[in-house]
């Protein structure tokens, strides 16, 4: 599987990217809405939220939007959907967030990050103390990756959502198992209190009960006094 992995971003991207469209001259057409707009405005702290979906975004872009990021600390939501980010631009996001103590909310969802991207931004999301929010759904992670992914979610706590569906290359069941991770993470753990009114005094009784759930079995223990 590893080999594979390495051959697989060893291919180049133009043969691979099934939503790259319009050419000209060889080369991938400009986006609609420059980038440099939204560059200049995250540089002077102008925005909070930095939502560009289906502008053609690639590693270039990325890192010119990363360095603006690593310049301010207003911004709470980065969302690059529907993009052509790959692993260098995920590298070099993952460097802009570590230093970024305000984003909440990564959407990262359709673009082309592999392992190799994830695993850095798994390292800074299992530190992180403000992202709570994640999505990288419809990429081409590997098992590897992750892994990681889920090793960043068991160790903080504070990541409430984590979608990483949908990237072919991964087992479902570790996909699910970060999901439900996550899940865990925002409702904790929780206790409860049950009054009866029962005709005869009974003796304390203890009770098992289990149930199974997406992410595996699940186990509550209780005792209950009469």
Known sequence: TEMFETLFHCVPSRLLDRRMVNYRSG???????????AVVMVEESSVTTVDLPHREVDDRGVEQLSAALQLTSTETWIALR??????QG???????????????KVD???????????QPLARVFERHSTITSISLSLN?????????LLH????????????VYDNPYMDYH???????????NRFGTR???VSLDLPQPLQSYACRLTFKSMSGEVELHYEVDW
């Not at 529907?82 to 692993?87: A, K, P, T, V, W």
């Not at 081409?140 to 990681?148: K, M, S, T, V």
């Open 174 to 184: 570790l996909a699910d198992r970060i999901h439900w991770t996550a899940k865990k």
């Open 152 to 163: 960043s979610v068991e160790r903080n706590t504070g990541i409430t959502y984590l979608w």
């Open 82 to 87: 529907n993009n052509h980010c790959c692993d």
């Open 108 to 118: 990262l969802q359709d673009n082309r990050i592999g392992s190799l991207g994830a």
């Open 27 to 37: 080369s991938r057409s400009r986006s609609p809405i420059p980038l440099h707009r």
């Open 90 to 104: 995920a590298m070099r996001l993952a460097v802009a967030l570590q230093s970024n103590s305000t984003i909440q």
């Open 191 to 193: 206790a409860f209190t």
């Open 140 to 148: 081409e992670i590997f098992d590897r990756g992750g892994f990681a």
